[in-house]
T-cell receptor, first 114, second 112 residues
Framework: GAGVSQSPSNKVTEKGKDVELRCDPI?????LYWYRQSLGQGLEFLIY????????KSGLPSDRFSAERTGGSVSTLTIQRTQQEDSAVYLC????????????FGSGTRLTVV | DAKTTQPPSMDCAEGRAANLPCNHS???????VYWYRQIHSQGPQYIIH???NNETNEMASLIITEDRKSSTLILPHATLRDTAVYYC?????????????FGRGTSLIVHP
């Protein structure tokens, strides 16, 4: 596709349930990032994938959060046993990491834990 | 990576130029300055980037001081649709592992 696609756009889940958020990056982009943004706050880095290298997971807030990227393309962010403080917009971005290119963001998934 | 400092908020009258400043006093020689903006409920959108020369595209102009310690994003004729949060970040041109850090940015409000 022409841009970064994220699904679902909105997700309401009950506390304690697991959720999966999906990101389809731009074809050919080697780098993929996950961020989250709570209401009125800046972007909080979660995890970074670059090509076939091991991901940088330094931003994941707890072991309930995990992510994978299959075949160097689609990525899934999984949150287990969701808590109310997990409610936020989860944003995915991709870039062609070897050039001075900008990052293209998706429209995000708004997660609400009730 | 160099950090950036931006004012938390600014306002501008519709049709006037909006000048958004950014300080990046610790920028190194191979780091570019990037600007993004985030309109409510959307992901950040790339605007422009530059190394040391001033740059202009269809969206904005970027003025970088000679010592590269600060820059200004200029929206020449602001419209109501330019109301957004504007982020200034710096990053190296290529290679290596880089994680862009987006702070609080500048919340620009364009009023009629």
């Amino acid at each position: 596709g022409a841009g970064v696609s994220q699904s679902p756009s909105n997700k309401v889940t009950e506390k304690g349930k697991d959720v999966e958020l999906r990101c389809d990056p731009i074809s050919g982009h080697t780098a993929l990032y996950w961020y989250r943004q709570s209401l009125g706050q800046g972007l909080e880095f979660l995890i970074y994938f670059q090509g076939n290298s091991a991901p940088d997971k330094s931003g994941l807030p707890s072991d309930r959060f995990s992510a994978e990227r299959t075949g160097g393309s689609v990525s899934t962010l999984t949150i287990q046993r969701t808590q109310q403080e997990d409610s936020a917009v989860y944003l995915c971005a991709s870039s062609y990491g070897q050039l001075a290119a900008g990052y293209t963001f998706g429209s995000g998934t708004r997660l609400t834990v009730v | 990576d160099a950090k950036t400092t931006q004012p938390p908020s600014m306002d501008c009258a519709e049709g006037r130029a909006a000048n958004l400043p950014c300080n990046h006093s610790t920028i190194s020689g191979n780091e570019y300055v990037y600007w993004y903006r985030q309109i409510h409920s959307q992901g950040p959108q790339y605007i422009i980037h530059g190394l040391k020369n001033n740059e202009t595209n269809e969206m904005a102009s970027l003025i970088i001081t000679e010592d590269r310690k600060s820059s200004t994003l200029i929206l020449p004729h602001a419209t109501l649709r330019d109301t957004a949060v504007y982020y200034c970040i710096v990053r190296v041109a290529s290679g290596g592992s880089y994680i862009p850090t987006f702070g609080r940015g500048t919340s620009l409000i364009v009023h009629p």
